[in-house]
T-cell receptor
Framework: GIQVEQSPPDLILQEGANSTLRCNFS?????LQWFHQNPWGQLINLFY???GTKQNGRLSATTVATERYSLLYISSSQTTDSGVYFC????????????FGTGTRLTVIP | KAGVTQTPRYLIKTRGQQVTLSCSPI?????VSWYQQTPGQGLQFLFE???????NKGNFPGRFSGRQFSNSRSEMNVSTLELGDSALYLC?????????????FGPGTRLTVL
């Protein structure tokens, strides 16, 4: 099956710092999403980005589908950014079946 | 527009029992997918329902089953519970017409099997 790898697995930042999270995937995909899992377990949608670049406030994402990777940028990090970030991909199967990476655990310290 | 809702939020069961979890998708969404999250295996796809039909299935034993109703609400059932079934169960809804749609997740049901 498809492999989805995220790096780094853990990241500790000082408040105000910038960071880049990476997601590599091993096959062509139909869809790619980035999520932030809050402390209660809910997955919060950040980006739906099968290709190209999108920005939402301090967050932005870029997916280069031909090279099978996506990047999530967090600028001017805040303590509320702490949590686990997942990327997930959907193969070209005509169904909604996300394959998740193992996540990046981000800790932002004041 | 209301988000995805899941009930119950927490459950404690004992080995051998069965459990039913419920998921109500966003209004207008016709696809519901279910996922299991455990510390060891991460987030894994269980199955997807679209228009009351199972459209895709992950690699889980037959003890895990589901269904979808005409109003797109979905239930999943786990029979003969095992300790390893303790997990966070998440459902996601999407428009579902073509597949590969953006999925929106509910808050999850945390199941503990004793």
């Amino acid at each position: 099956g498809i492999q989805v790898e995220q790096s780094p697995p853990d990241l500790i930042l000082q408040e105000g710092a910038n960071s880049t999270l990476r997601c590599n995937f091993s096959d062509s995909v139909n869809n790619l999403q980035w999520f932030h899992q809050n402390p209660w377990g809910q997955l919060i949608n950040l980006f739906y980005i099968p290709s190209g670049t999108k920005q939402n406030g301090r967050l932005s994402a870029t997916t280069v589908a031909t090279e099978r990777y996506s990047l999530l940028y967090i600028s001017s990090s805040q303590t509320t950014d702490s949590g686990v970030y997942f990327c997930a991909v959907d193969l070209k199967t005509g169904a909604n079946n996300l394959f998740f990476g193992t996540g990046t655990r981000l800790t932002v310290i004041p | 527009k209301a988000g995805v809702t899941q009930t119950p939020r927490y459950l404690i069961k004992t080995r051998g029992q069965q459990v039913t979890l419920s998921c109500s998708p966003i209004s207008g969404h016709r696809s519901v997918s279910w996922y299991q999250q455990t510390p060891g295996q991460g987030l894994q796809f269980l199955f997807e329902y679209f228009s009351e039909t199972q459209r895709n299935k992950g690699n889980f034993p037959g003890r895990f089953s589901g269904r979808q109703f005409s109003n797109s609400r979905s239930e999943m059932n786990v029979s003969t519970l095992e300790l390893g079934d303790s997990a966070l169960y998440l459902c996601a809804s999407s428009l579902g017409n073509t597949g590969g749609d953006e999925q929106f997740f509910g808050p999850g049901t945390r199941l503990t099997v004793l």
